[in-house]
C-alpha cells in the first residue's frame, strides 16, 4: 500500500497533497521506449525548433539493439495548433527480428499511435479539457503454433480513449480490442498467446483485474472520476475552507471483456500443440509482506513453507495444475494469486464473458491544519472493492452477478516530530478475496498491522527509517493453508 511505503516527513509531504489518480497527458499507445538493457546500444536524437516544422515543434528519433539479434526504431512529433490550444502528438515504434538466415518464426511489430489535447477554454475558473487517443499495431512473426499447415496471418488490432476534464471531474471511455499487441505501449496486454506465435515479446495475462484507471487489452468499458484536491476554481470557493486540507480521489468504473478467454501457454520449442488451461481471475495481494530482496531469509519460517504440508502441497497440485496452468495460484513468497473460475458442483470450467466493476476512494487529511498543531500530523485512508461479474457464452448458461469480490481498506497516520528529529507512523489494513466459483472456494483474509519510526540524523540530510509489521493470512476453506508473518525493517541512509 502507498502508505507503507513513506519514509519522512518530506515523503509525507509529497504524498499528502498529491491525488494520485490524475489524467496522463503522455500518449499511452505508442511510447518510443529503449531496451532494459544497463547501456543503451544505439542511437537517440532530439531536436526543437526544426526548420518546416514550426518553433514550437518536438521530434525524437530513436534506433538500436533491443536484444540480441532484435532491434528497435521509433519515431515521434510533437507540436502545439490553434494558438497552443490543440496539442497533437504523433507516435511510430517497431521492434524487428534479423537473424541473418532463415528462423522458424521472426518477430515483426509495428505500432503507429496519435493523441490530441483540446484545449476549450474554461467554464466557472476551471479549465475544459478534452484528450483523445489512438494507436494500432501489427504483430506478425510467419508462424502459427496452433495452425502450422496453414498459411499465417497477421494480427491486427486498435485501441482508442477518449477523455473529458472539468475540475474536480474526469469522464472516460476506452477501446482496446484483443488483437492490440503493442508491447511497448502503456497498455496491458492482455489475452494474447505470444509463444503461439512463436515469441517471447510479451507476457502471459488472462482475467487480470487491474485497477480502476488501468488499461487493458481484450477490453472496453468507463471511468467516472472525482478527484479533489482544494477549492481551485471560483464555483468552489463557497464551500467551507476546510476542504483546502482534503486530497480525495474516487473511481467509479467497468470494463467488459470483448471475448472470454482461457489460460493458454505455448510453449517454445516443445512441439505445437497449445496447453489449454481454464478462466480465471488474477491479481496482486495489496495486503501482504514485503520483500524487498529474495525471501530466502524467511524461508521455513511460520509453518515451513519452503516444505509445504501434505495437505497444502496437494492444494498447490490441484489448483496449479488445473487445465495445465503454467503457474502455482497460491505461492507464499509472491503476491500475485489466481482463482481458476469452475462450477463448484460439476467442475465445468465457466467460460462467462467477465465485466470488472470497481470503486475506489482515497483520502488524506491535514488534520494539524484542522487543530492549529505545528507539527504535521496526516491521516491516509484507501477503500476498494472491486467485482467480477459474468454473461453468459453457450447455450444453458446463466449470468452470475458475483464470480469474485476482492475489498481492501487501508489506514494510516503520520505523525511528525514525537521526538526531537524523531517521526513516528501506523497503519492497519484489511483484504478480502471471496468467490463461490472455484474449487475449493475462496475466502481469503489478509490483515496487517504496521508502526515505524524515523530519525532525522544531523549529518546532511542522513536518515534511520526502523519498520514492524505483523502480518496474518486465513482461509476458511483450506485452513492448512493459514499462516502468521512478523517482519522487521530497517534502514540507514547517510550523506555527508
Known sequence: MPYSTARAAANWDSYIHSIGFVEQSATNFANSQSTGDRVFDGLSLRGSSLPYLGAKTNMALLAGRLTTNRYESGFQLTRPFLKERLGANLTYYTIQDSFGDPQ??????????????????????????????????RLFTGADRWNPALTPAPLDGAAGRATFTWYPFTVEGMYLDPAYANVSGKATIEDIDFGRYGTDVGAEAHGTLGESDQMLTNRRGWRVNLGWNGRRTDLLRSLPSWLDQVVMNVNLAAKREFQAVPWTQTVLGQGQ???????????????????????GSWAGLYGGYDKASPVRSQYNQNIGAEGGLPFTTYDFRGNTEAVVLRDPLTGAPLSHRKTFHYFDVTEKFQLDKWLHSKKALYLGAFYSVTRVSGEPTEAGQAAIHDLFTRTILDVAVFRALVLPRTHAMAHVAFENWDSQWSIPKVDWRRKVWGVGMAYE?????????????????????????????????????FLF
Not at 509495428?110 to 474554461?122: H, P
Not at 475544459?128 to 499495431?137: F, N, R, W, Y
Not at 546532511?460 to 493453508?481: E, Q
Request: proline share 7%; glycine share 10%; charged share 15%.
Open 104 to 137: 522458424p518464426a521472426s518477430l515483426s511489430l509495428k505500432c503507429g499511435a496519435a493523441d490530441l489535447t483540446f484545449n476549450l477554454g474554461s467554464f466557472k475558473g476551471s479549465p475544459l479539457l478534452l484528450h483523445a487517443e489512438g494507436g494500432v499495431s
Open 273 to 295: 500443440n497449445p496447453i489449454r488451461g481454464a478462466y480465471t481471475v488474477m491479481g496482486p495481494n495489496l495486503v501482504a509482506l514485503d520483500y524487498p530482496e529474495w525471501q
Open 457 to 493: 540524523i544531523p549529518w546532511g540530510g542522513s536518515m534511520a527509517d526502523l519498520r514492524v509489521n505483523r502480518f496474518t493470512f486465513r482461509s476458511a476453506s483450506v485452513p492448512a493453508n493459514d499462516y502468521d508473518g512478523f517482519q522487521v525493517l530497517a534502514l540507514a541512509r
